[in-house]
């Protein structure tokens, strides 16, 4: 089954006084649309995105999905209707027949990322058919009369604001929005559909960054947080090195090479994921892997390096951190590895959430000296670079 997410691109920006949709104004040499759809892109867990845009725009945007950063996930265009309502609804007629879960995000809002995609989604269940970020309003909130005066003031406590994307099971969520369009039900987020039909919604955390750009001043305030995302870049080097035991079966970037003639070690001993998880640690700043599955533990025995390659992963986004590229070198006399460094690359690369091209993989021999040389043991180096997140 998959996982689809609908965003809404079709609006006129009225209040933003642009003169134009002001998902195509600018910042960084970027349109904001750019933005929006470059961190869902980091999603782990969409298959697919369906924009919603008006049709006299289709020619601006069939060229801007050609833009570098845009590659990981396939987008759809689809043309939108006079209301966001109706551009949700012709979205969801476009869905893929396997998508099972759904999520409504607003194209001005640039700043989600996609591990708040994936929480959403995540969420989503036969309990849960409804899942939306909402952030607890931190203002007082007061009633006020159309004559501008104070009528009471509200208990904020219980009061949130709705923030995108919205997720729901694609059935229960189409099937309640066409209700509320026979009905004419005024509808205002996503996730009103399924409380006028008697659904229950489930909140999840927001974050104060998922703001709607509406006016010129949320347009300045996220062109200082887009600019600020060029600036910082740490490189880290890692290296690891195991002797040969040739009992254990040899696994190296996650590919098994062969059933024996492996590496001692307390894990499966993958002394190119080793390097590469010292390499990222360092960079970022975190202790290095002795820190985080010491070989004292008897929980990392004989551990699947990959997982622990994926933990290191969730601790570079902890710490706002992207990867820019790897390159990496195997040390071994033997086997011959270039028949499995494909293989090893694709692995690496599903893990850590990026193209394979920013992946390098080289295997060479020691030429006969020192112990890896003269067959004992195996080496890897990897060289990380790695570029601040601000969203």
Same mark, same amino acid.
Not at 147 to 176: C, H, I
Not at 302 to 331: H, K, P, Y
């Given at each position: ?9 079709? @609006? ?19 349109? %904001?649309?750019?933005?929006? %759809? ?52 012709? $979205? ?18 640039? %700043? ?35 004559? @501008? ?19 729901? %099971? ?27 039909? *008697? ?36 490189? @880290? ?15 190296? *970037? $996650? ?114 000296? *020192? ?21």
């Amino acid at each position: 089954m998959m996982n689809s997410m609908i965003i809404a691109a079709a @609006g006129q920006g009225h209040r933003m006084g642009a003169g134009k949709n002001k998902l195509l104004l600018k910042t960084g040499g970027r349109p %904001l649309i750019w933005y929006t %759809l470059h961190n869902m892109m980091k999603s782990r867990l969409l298959d697919e995105i369906i924009l919603v845009i008006r049709q006299e725009e289709r020619d601006v945007f069939e060229k801007l999905l050609h833009s570098p950063g845009l590659e990981t996930l396939p987008v759809r265009l689809v043309t939108g209707g006079a209301a966001r309502s109706d551009s949700v609804w012709n $979205g969801l007629q476009s869905l893929n027949a396997h998508t099972e879960k759904v999520l409504i995000h607003d194209g001005a809002r640039p %700043l989600v990322g996609g591990d708040t995609a994936d929480a959403v989604i995540r969420h989503i269940d036969e309990s849960h058919p409804a899942v939306i970020p909402a952030l607890a309003s931190v203002d007082t909130i007061k009633k006020i009369t159309a004559r @501008g005066m104070v009528e009471k003031t509200e208990d904020r406590t219980s009061l949130y604001r709705a923030q995108t994307p919205q997720g729901f %099971l694609r059935e229960p969520f189409q099937q309640a929005f066409k209700r509320c369009r026979e009905r004419g039900d005024r509808l205002t987020d996503d996730a009103s559909v399924m409380e006028k039909n *008697g659904i229950s919604v489930t909140a999840i955390p927001g974050r104060d960054t998922f703001f709607k750009v509406t006016s010129p001043e949320d347009w300045k305030r996220f062109e200082i947080l887009a600019a600020s995302e060029d600036i910082p870049f740490r490189t @880290g080097q890692g290296y690891d090195i195991h002797r040969i035991e040739t009992s254990r079966p040899l696994v190296l *970037g $996650g590919v098994l090479i062969a059933p024996s003639g492996g590496l001692a070690g307390h894990s499966d001993a993958d002394v190119l994921i080793h390097a590469v998880m010292d390499a990222l640690l360092g960079a970022a700043g975190p202790p290095d892997i002795g820190h985080w599955f010491p070989d004292t533990d008897p929980a990392y025995e004989g551990a699947d390096s990959t997982v622990l390659l994926q933990r290191v992963s969730e601790i570079l986004e902890e710490n706002s951190w992207g990867i820019v590229n790897i390159d990496s070198t195997v040390l071994a006399e033997a086997p011959r590895l270039a028949p499995y460094i494909g293989r090893m690359k694709k692995t690496v690369a599903l893990i850590l959430g990026i193209d394979e091209s920013r992946i390098s993989i080289k295997a060479t021999t020691h030429e006969g000296l *020192g112990p890896v040389g003269k067959g004992r043991g195996m080496a890897a180096f990897a060289s990380v670079l790695l570029y601040r997140r601000f969203f």
